[in-house]
């Protein structure tokens, strides 16, 4: 069965760079997750898109913003990077109406800010 | 405090044990209750999930809610060394915006010894 798919799956950034984390979603699946999981910490959410548009939005900084596009995948785009910004980011996909169980996470891309 | 607390471990057992899982929450607010296995550098997977106090079954697995107490526990029967992972307890609550956001545990890290 397909799962999410994220990419790329491994990162390495500067400081001050930029980043763009992309997320296709489970076919038929039209909302989507964030997640940022910290070196041995749980998953936070940031933010989550429902058909295109924000509707939820959890602990993300400002200098993140994200979008869903009309094939339904998601960019998060992470500007002015900091160190405290390397961790595990991921991604969740759910269809409409489905309940929280019912979130399917890929597999993450690690971010390294050097 | 957060909203869900759980211990770390990490949690180290022979093959054949039981093992053991919990968490507390304050939130009386959520309505589902999840845990997630996630080996490492991959995405948190569903394992079970209960929306009632009680308990639920599934094969060497069995998780249990008591609301009055705020404690969730996941057993693991007959321990496999395929069973070392880090386990997440997850729940869920209803946002103002009237989406459902996952709260997530630290984790327990759990190896399995042959």
Redesign the interface.
Known sequence: AAG?IQSPRHLIKEKRETATLKCYPIPRHDTV?WYQQGP??????LI?F?EKMQ??K?SIPDRFSAQQFSDYHSELNMSSLELGDSALY?C?SNREGG???E??????T?LTVT | QKEVEQDPGPLSVPEGAIVSLNCTYSNSAFQYFMWYRQYSRKGPELLMYTYSSGNKEDGRFTAQVDKSSKYISLFIRDSQPSDSATYLCAMSRLTQGGSEKLVFGKGTKLTVNP
């Open positions: 999410v997750y041995g910490q749980d998953p936070q959410f989550s429902y509707s939820d959890g991921f969740a309940s929280s169980y979130q399917y996470f890929g597999p993450g690690r």
